[in-house]
């Protein structure tokens, strides 16, 4: 069954450290890969999108990584700050289908303290 | 810069009534989704939407289930007979010509709460 894993599920963090989130997906066969951030009862900002012919994919203090034969991807993000507390969830659309579809992960929750 | 935008923002119904829940994707766009995502849950694929056809859906999808694009601007997903586990936020969704390899842009999401 194709799933995605998000560790950790929570992360608490002082301001001003780098952190890295994990997304793990159990088929390697994708299209690409989209990272996404929640605020809290609001909708899902998109922040990175990875294509499966890419490693890394940068945009401001945000850096994603993809490393599709060990179906894991990585969101770093530099300098943390408050206004970044909020949930980051990875979306994998799969080859193995019709592709259409985001398959997400759980999330994991950020607070920058 | 363009967004997605639905209405209404929460919706409450009564248990077998019929709602509709209400898109505009970005103007450009062609390709037109729905998520939901059920309180602490993840987010979940509904149906996806291309030149007036449901081109993929998920087997949450049934025939309670239903897509209409009624205008040049307007995405709807109509769920005819509402039971307490539709309870969620619903998310519409749009992308470029080339599906595969274009981002989602994902709207504020409706709550829909079945009483």
């Known amino acids: 069954k194709q799933e995605v894993t998000q560790i950790p599920a929570a992360l608490s963090v002082p301001e001003g450290e780098n952190l890295v989130l994990n997304c793990s997906f159990t088929?390697?066969?994708?299209?690409?890969l989209q990272w996404f951030r929640q605020d809290p009862g609001k909708g899902l900002t998109s922040l990175l999108l990875?294509?499966?012919?890419?490693r890394e994919q940068t945009s401001g203090r945000l850096n994603a990584s993809l490393d599709k034969s060990s179906g894991r991807s990585t969101l770093y993000i530099a300098a943390s700050q408050p206004g970044d507390s909020a949930t980051y969830l990875c979306a994998v659309r799969w080859n193995s289908n019709s592709g259409y579809a985001l398959n997400f992960g759980k999330g994991t929750s950020l607070l920058v303290t | 810069e363009p967004e997605v935008t639905q209405t209404p923002s929460h919706q409450v119904t009564q248990m077998g009534q019929e709602v509709i829940l209400r898109c505009v994707p970005i103007s450009n766009h062609l390709y037109f989704y729905w998520y939901r995502q059920i309180l602490g849950q993840k987010v979940e694929f509904l149906v996806s939407?291309?030149?007036?056809?449901?081109?993929?859906k998920s087997e949450i999808f049934d025939d309670q289930f239903s897509v209409e694009r009624p205008d040049g601007s307007n995405f709807t997903l109509k769920i005819r007979s509402t039971k307490l586990e539709d309870s969620a936020m619903y998310f519409c969704a749009s992308s470029e010509r080339d599906s595969f390899f274009y981002e989602q842009y994902f709207g504020p999401g409706t709550r829909l709460t079945v009483t």
């Open positions: 990875i294509q499966s012919s890419q």
């Open positions: 939407f291309y030149n007036n056809e449901i081109s993929e």
């Open positions: 088929d390697s066969a994708i299209y690409n």
